[in-house]
């Protein structure tokens, strides 16, 4: 199985855009991912968002969650209607892609359609916004696809009940560098056509 180790740049690229997003918090302690927890939670067999070294580094940059972070991140598809397709990405095959062609996610520690991607997680893997109805593309089956409203009142596209994320880490099309990674609690992955989650 194909394991990534990321280095203290993703750990200072998150704490710049947190830095930069001010305003006060909103993590409520209600189970959600946020500040202090990147790298938390990895299980064996799996790959790991940080090493350990980074680790330590990162919880002494996020503290505990008690300064300014924003609830959401930028967000992807922000202030269009989202498209959800089917691209092709590398070692996966045919997965769910945004209206960019970039892998969309899900995340283990979302329960009942919610999401619990919050402040920092959101940075890391900003969910998928979308402005009006979304829309589906090629391959993708439009009775699987849905909205659920986040915390700060946008909507986030799901997909067979799953809130749908993109990842930071991913820089073009057909990567798939978020795919069977634990971070923020729980695991990501990739989701197929039926909405299934892709292995590796």
């Known amino acids: 199985m194909r394991r990534t180790t990321y280095t203290i740049a993703l750990v200072a690229l998150l704490a710049a855009a947190i830095a930069g997003c001010g305003g006060g918090s909103d993590n409520g302690g209600g189970g959600e991912a946020s500040a202090g927890s ?7 067999g799996s790959k790991s968002a940080a090493s350990s070294e980074s680790a330590s580094s990162q919880s002494g940059r996020y503290g505990s969650g008690s300064g300014g972070s924003s609830t959401t991140g930028s967000g992807s598809g922000a202030g269009e209607e989202a498209v959800v397709s089917l691209g092709n ?11 960019k062609g970039m892998t969309l996610y899900d995340f283990h520690k979302d329960k009942g359609g919610k999401s619990a991607c919050y402040g920092a997680c959101a940075q890391a893997w900003p969910p998928l916004i979308t402005e009006g109805e979304p829309q589906v593309g090629n391959g993708a089956s439009s009775s699987q696809l849905g909205t659920v409203e986040r915390k700060d009142g946008t ?21 798939a560098n978020g795919n069977d990674v634990s971070a923020f609690g729980a695991q990501w992955y990739a989701l197929k056509g039926s909405g299934e989650e892709a292995g590796d």
């Open 38 to 44: 990147y790298g938390g939670g990895s299980s064996s």
């Open 89 to 99: 990405a590398t070692e996966l095959g045919m997965v769910l892609v945004d209206s």
């Open 155 to 175: 909507t986030q596209v799901t997909y067979a009940g799953h809130p749908l994320y993109t990842f930071v880490e991913d820089k073009k099309p057909g990567e």
